[in-house]
């Protein structure tokens, strides 16, 4: 039988390296997504790894009855028909531990961005600081700390207690809601502490996470999960972050609850319309920006090549 997997988002090296010494061809040379099919079938590839930007619908499913597995690198699954490819026999896997780290950080770089104006700063410094430094030092002389503000995690999974850790590290305190979580026994990681620190948070409804926090960050698959209606239940003022999927926050009733002054800062990684994210949102004077990066640090693709590959060999050895 074949061993040739299409890595066709790419892999880490050491991810690769484990594979190849398994028996496995590794090939990292990307596949438009109209010719996928085609390569996997003519290629004879048993396995294809993905990250966001590939898509595995039905038809390629359907297309290729080599395929023996999907792959995918990091934690949503919104990309690849799940369902329908276990249906056909096909192997579906995904790292959901590797990113969320990563991702925790980034929601922090979002929210420090935010309540200190650097988003902003960092355009207007480089176009006008020498001409108006003293107009700007006083444009940006509001910020605020994070120490002593609550924070809001709605999805609190992996990622979501990942940032609550940081969050706690800050001085934080933290309200989380999850319809399938009641509460969480967080472990702190202190460096230089050899005994364990742990807080453990209880889950709370969605409208006193809502109405109590001045921060809120969204960690969940999918689904419209914040409207006009949640905005219209939040404190004035509020700072949000979605790090998650694009559309779960509906990005028109972002625009307005920012510019009514009900949210004062947005940070988002994550658009509906990817990988042309709207003009509005692009272009916002509140919203701190990032393209879709909560994974890409070195450590976290590490962490998913060498547990996606370590997947690999264990479904198709």
Known sequence: MSKKILANDGIDAQGKALLEKAGFTVITEKVAQENLAQAINEQKYIG???RSATKVRKDVIDACPGLKLIGR???GMDNIDVDYARSKGIEVVNTPAASSHSVAELVFAHLFNSVRFLYDSNRQMPANGDKQFESL???????????????GVIGFGRIGQAVAKIALGCGMKVVAFDPFIQEALLYLDIQGVTEKVSVKIHTVPMEKLLAESDFITLHVPGGKVITSKEFELMKTGVCIVNAARGGVIDELDLVAALNSGKVAHAGLDVFE???TPRKELLSHPKIS???HIGAATEEAQERIG????????????
Do not use: F
């Open 73 to 75: 690198g990091g934690v």
């Open 306 to 317: 060498i547990e996606l590959s370590d997947l690999i060999i264990q479904k198709l050895s």
């Open 289 to 291: 920006l990032t393209p």
């Open 137 to 151: 030092k006083k444009k940006y002389a509001k910020g605020i700390e994070l120490k002593g503000k609550t924070i």
């Open 273 to 275: 319309n990817e990988p």
């Open 48 to 50: 294809l790894t993905v």
